[in-house]
């Protein structure tokens, strides 16, 4: 157990709906990643907050949004669905900024199946 | 810009055979460098990681590997593979300077028995 939990852990939804993915970081994390896997793109970086600030981004669509509470969980919103975002959604966290680039901590991912 | 190439996509190996998996990186400056693996249905987990210092690095489950400054590698190696290796291994490169954690496309080892 890795101490990040991702909910849902699947999810079904239809084409043009939307969905939010929730990710609580391990304890006293407070870097939260965000990565897509697919069969044919591999892993995928999206975002990354610290601390509630966005501090890079990766190849995230327009209609995909995050953000940070102060709570340091964090959501990974998708909206007007395509078949082509079905996916595994990764969050992971680690205990400083990227600039440490120390282990991150993966999620057992959100499984998105858009039909 | 950084960058990381797994080549191997698939490998199969047969129980009790060495391994070697490839992974090249592309980065300005002297990159951080790891290697995760993916069990199936799991999240990533770090096998070992380099930052500075001895160029072979151990890690657990009896991987190690090498950093390469001149081939801009840092290939994963296992001198004797068991059956429970089996699952997808990526190789990522982390910036002190622009945040970025960037994985490889991953290779997908799988053991015969």
């Known amino acids: 157990d890795s101490g990040v939990t991702q909910t849902p852990k699947h999810l079904i939804t239809a084409t043009g709906q939307r969905v939010t993915l929730r990710c609580s970081p391990r304890?006293?994390?407070?870097?939260v990643y965000w990565y897509q896997q697919s069969l044919d793109q591999g892993l995928q970086f999206l975002i990354q907050y610290y601390n509630g600030e966005e501090r890079a981004k990766g190849n995230i669509l327009e209609r995909f949004s995050a953000q940070q509470f102060p709570d340091l969980h964090s959501e990974l919103n998708l909206s007007s669905l395509e078949l082509g975002d079905s996916a595994l959604y990764f969050c992971?966290?680690?205990?400083?900024?990227?600039?440490?680039?120390?282990?991150?901590?993966f999620g057992e991912g959100s499984r998105l199946t858009v039909l | 810009a950084q960058s990381v190439t797994q080549p191997d996509i698939h490998i199969t190996v047969s129980e009790g055979a060495s391994l070697e998996l490839r992974c090249n990186y592309s980065y300005g400056a002297t990159p951080y460098l790891f290697w995760y693996v993916q069990s199936p249905g799991q999240g990533l987990q770090l096998l070992l990681k380099?930052?500075?210092?001895?160029?072979l690095v151990q890690g657990i489950k009896g991987f190690e590997a090498e950093f390469k400054r001149s081939q801009s590698s840092f290939n994963l190696r296992k001198p004797s593979v068991h059956w429970s290796d089996a699952a997808e291994y990526f190789c990522?490169?982390?910036?002190?300077?622009?945040?970025?954690?960037?994985f490889g496309t991953g290779t997908r080892l799988k053991v015969l028995a």
């Open positions: 990522a490169v982390g910036s002190s300077g622009t945040y970025k954690y960037i």
């Open positions: 304890s006293g994390d407070l870097s």
């Open positions: 380099y930052f500075s210092g001895d160029t």
């Open positions: 992971a966290s680690s205990a400083r900024l990227a600039g440490y680039t120390g282990e991150l901590f």
